[in-house]
């Protein structure tokens, strides 16, 4: 029964990320636009996952979310859930991915009007230099930015490395850095077709505020995100 949901599922989110951009496309000219894709993705997605797959999603430590609007995410990332999820949690936020995403048809399309923030990584510091400015478009229009500092999906507790993008940021842009810690890969794991049942747990962990030595910031994140990922490994995970 796993595979026949598993299954099922994909062929929902497919047909839902279709559907969302699609409509994003039709209300181009609108200021809907961008939240309208955000919701048709992510609501009906996070619905379908917990009651045709047994996948539910858990979210902790709302209250560390700054009220305005202005902040970063820095992410864990172990599973294409975190590309759902904080569309499900927050309010319309860009995220900033590789530019590879953006020539997908029309996914891509619907990327580059929810103003993601494209990364080539080949370009250096030209790539560092737009990052920072899609970063702070977005800001100001109170929309948070998501990140995820380790580049890709990792397993859960495998050894990583934060790159220092995030580091950057967060001396340039002057804003909360808000970690997150999460355990999603135990359940829909990196490159993995199976979905499992169980509960995802996303924790907001409280903010890093700006003044930190670059250094420092990014060992304290990543510190902070290691060892919140550590508590939140499941008692045993459904099959």
Do not use: Q
Request: overall charge positive; charged content about 25%.
């Amino acid at each position: 029964m796993t595979l026949i949901r598993s299954i099922l599922f994909d062929i929902f989110y497919v047909a839902d990320t279709v559907v969302a951009c699609l409509l994003g496309l039709a209300l181009f000219w609108t200021k809907k636009r961008k939240f309208v894709l955000s919701r048709v993705f992510s609501v009906p997605t996070v619905w379908m996952m917990k009651h045709l797959v047994g996948l539910e999603l858990r979210v902790e430590g709302l209250e560390n979310l700054p009220k305005d609007k202005k902040y970063i995410v820095a992410s864990k990332h172990e599973s294409a859930l975190e590309t759902i999820a904080f569309h499900y949690i927050l309010p319309v936020p860009a995220y900033i991915l590789k530019k590879e995403l953006m020539y997908l048809p029309l996914f891509g399309w619907a990327l580059a009007m929810m103003n993601s923030v494209p990364i080539d990584r080949s370009s250096g510091g030209k790539a560092m230099r737009k990052m920072l400015a899609g970063t702070k478009e977005n800001l100001a229009n109170e929309r948070p930015v998501v990140i995820f500092p380790e580049g890709t999906r990792m397993k859960p507790l495998a050894p990583t490395k934060y790159n220092p993008g995030v580091a950057f940021l967060y001396e340039k842009c002057n804003v909360p850095i808000v970690p997150v810690a999460l355990n999603s890969g135990y359940f829909w794991g990196k490159n993995s077709f199976i979905k499992k049942k169980g509960t995802v747990i996303i924790r907001f962990l409280e903010p890093i505020a700006p003044g930190m030595e670059r250094r420092a910031f990014l060992a304290e994140l990543e510190k902070r995100i290691e060892t919140a990922c550590r508590d939140l490994v499941p008692p045993e995970v459904s099959e």
